[in-house]
C-alpha cells in the first residue's frame, strides 16, 4: 500500500485519474486525498485476493503431488 501511494504521479505519468460531477468542483488538493483514499483499501483488497487464490493454488497443488522421499 505504501508503494502504491509513492509511487502514485510515477504510475499516472502526470495525469491522475480525475473526479467528475459534483465533485469536480472540489479542491485539486482534496480531489487527490479522495482518489488516494479509496485507492489505500482497493490495494488491501486487491493483495488479499490474490494472497489467498495463491495460497489455494498452493494447497491444491501439494495435495496433489507426490512427496518426495526423506534424504538419507
Avoid: K, N, Y
Amino acid at each position: 500500500m505504501v508503494a502504491h501511494q509513492v509511487l502514485w504521479d510515477v504510475a499516472w505519468q502526470g495525469d491522475p485519474p480525475e473526479l467528475g460531477g459534483a465533485l469536480a468542483a472540489l479542491s485539486p488538493a482534496v480531489r487527490q486525498g479522495v482518489m488516494r483514499g479509496f485507492a489505500a483499501p482497493s490495494s488491501l483488497v486487491t493483495v488479499t485476493v490474490v494472497g489467498a487464490l495463491c495460497g489455494l493454488i498452493a494447497r491444491a497443488a501439494g495435495r496433489s503431488l507426490p512427496r518426495a522421499a526423506p534424504a538419507a
